[in-house]
Nanobody, 126 residues
Framework: EVQLQASGGGLVQAGGSLRLSCAVSGFTFEDFAIGWFRQVPGKDREGVSYIKSSDGSTMYADSVKGRFTISRDNAKNTLYLQMNSLKPEDTAVYYC???????????????????WGQGTLVTVSS
């Protein structure tokens, strides 16, 4: 059974940092593309960052490029999102997601991912 569990959210002041974790089971990172998405109430879910299964290369949304870093620990079956220089507009519920069928052209689309974690709330105060 594929499972993902996100954690690490919290309240932080603007300019601060947080590290999100996503513990996964039922699959390996070599087989699944995996990524982070975020959602604010009333808005569509937005892609943040992704890792390709084939070569581990990464992609970022322009809004977080240079501030966020995605990584994975294959031995611990854990995905991370290091978030630095946080801004109030980063406030959202953050979700991790994975799917074995995602390809480069669909990595940014939330609809391409079948497996989702439960979400963790990040609140950035100004």
């Amino acid at each position: 059974e594929v499972q993902l569990q996100a954690s690490g959210g919290g309240l932080v002041q603007a300019g601060g940092s947080l590290r999100l974790s996503c513990a996964v089971s039922g699959f390996t990172f070599e087989d699944f593309a995996i990524g982070w998405f975020r959602q604010v109430p009333g808005k569509d879910r937005e892609g943040v960052s992704y890792i390709k299964s084939s070569d581990g290369s990464t992609m970022y949304a322009d809004s977080v490029k240079g501030r966020f870093t995605i990584s994975r620990d294959n031995a611990k079956n854990t995905l991370y999102l290091q978030m630095n220089s946080l801004k109030p507009e980063d406030t959202a519920v953050y979700y991790c997601a994975g799917d074995p069928t995602v390809i480069t052209s669909t990595m940014r689309l939330s609809s391409a991912y079948r497996y989702w974690g439960q979400g963790t709330l990040v609140t950035v105060s100004s």
